[in-house]
């Protein structure tokens, strides 16, 4: 129930955004420049609060069997993802740092999961959407995808090996030894919390977590594309 009520007031702060938004834009003394301004806010606005919602939600983000519980999939990446399609990647890097500054206040990781969320959506999304802005054909989407893909994998690994592990350590005070237990539990091959957690674990895990959000992403962009050029 609190989180639910969490998804309700982030999603009350948002719409209250939006309606400011809407309010300037509306108004017919509005500059150009204006005008911009405001449209990116109500695209910041519209999909930042989507994204909020799918993340805050229980029932909307999960465990993957065979995975440590720890490493929970969820849908917010979507929505960035066809903004930073549709937007460019200032958009998509602007809800991403939204996101991030929202859900601090909410932290049970002492801010350490909202850091490396901020880190792997970046790595996966703003290089995809830099290289779809400049060659806006399907072949340029499927190839930004890719070099996304690979660049945020690479990094989730890395970074959990080299600091996003250690710092949980050290911010929690939680010992390896029990960071360790709950890896076995899920898969036994895993012998430490460094390179073999790294690749039995990080690396399959967001494989598959990329391979879903792409998916839905192509699917739903798709279909929605005019509903989204009304925000242009």
Not at 89 to 99: E, Q, S, V
Not at 136 to 148: D, E, P, V, Y
Request: proline share 5%.
């Amino acid at each position: 129930m609190k989180d639910i009520a969490k998804a309700i007031i982030l999603g009350v702060v948002l719409v209250l955004w939006l309606a400011f938004a809407i309010f300037v834009f509306t108004s017919q003394k509005i500059q150009k420049t204006n005008k911009n301004i405001v449209k990116f806010m109500v695209r910041v606005a519209v999909f930042g609060g989507i994204s909020i919602i799918l993340y805050t939600v229980p029932m909307l983000k999960f465990p993957v069997p065979f995975f440590p519980s720890f490493l929970e999939f969820h849908f917010d990446e979507i929505p960035i993802f066809i903004a930073g399609f549709a937007y460019g990647p200032w958009t998509a890097a602007a809800i991403i740092l939204i996101k991030f500054l929202v859900k601090i206040p909410f932290t049970s990781t002492m801010v350490v999961g909202e850091i490396s969320d901020l880190i792997y959506s970046t790595a996966f999304i703003i290089p995809a959407a830099i290289i779809y802005q400049k060659h806006r054909k399907f072949s340029g989407a499927l190839i930004g995808i890719l070099i996304g893909t690979v660049f945020q994998v690479v990094t989730a690994v890395v970074t959990n090996v080299y600091l996003m592990i250690p710092f949980y350590m050290f911010v929690m005070d939680f010992p390896e030894q029990a960071i360790l237990a709950m890896c076995q539990a899920a898969n036994a091959n895993v012998t430490d919390v460094k390179w073999s957690y790294g690749l039995l674990c990080v690396l399959p895990f967001n494989v598959i977590k990329d391979a879903i959000v792409i998916i839905v992403t192509l699917l739903v962009y798709k279909a929605t594309h005019k509903l989204i050029d009304k925000l242009a």
